[in-house]
């Protein structure tokens, strides 16, 4: 079946950087659109990012535009986001997300927070 599992969050200053990974199993990773939301305390899940297939075309929140790189591996079926230059408002808990055959799958997130 479809897993995904997110790690590398933690607690980072303001101005400083953490690298998300999402491992992906139990489909072809490298035909699937993947996915990076977050959600914060009290607020609705928001997308954050977005990576084709081939890697090749990418989308981003306008919140992060700028900051935050979305990548992935295919021959490792995982996928990566890069944050740089934190702020508190992207504390989160942050989600691996694909879509497969009209089936939403979600990984069980990992929490970012970026405090002094």
């Known amino acids: 079946q479809v897993q995904l599992v997110e790690s590398g969050g933690g607690l980072v200053q303001p101005g400083g950087s953490l690298r998300l990974s999402c491992s992906a199993s139990?489909?072809?990773?490298?035909?699937?659109?993947m996915s990076w939301y977050r959600q914060a305390p009290g607020k609705e899940r928001e997308l954050v990012a977005a990576?084709?297939?081939?890697?090749?075309?990418?989308s981003y929140a306008d919140s992060v535009k700028g900051r935050f790189t979305i990548s992935r591996d295919n021959a490792k079926s995982t996928v990566f986001l890069q944050m740089n230059s934190l702020k508190p408002e992207d504390t989160a808990v942050y989600y691996c997300?694909?879509?497969?055959?009209?089936?939403?799958?979600w990984g069980k997130g990992t929490l970012v927070t970026v405090s002094s």
């Open positions: 139990g489909f072809t990773f490298s035909v699937y659109r």
């Open positions: 997300y694909t879509k497969k055959l009209g089936m939403d799958y």
């Open positions: 990576i084709m297939p081939a890697g090749g075309v990418t």
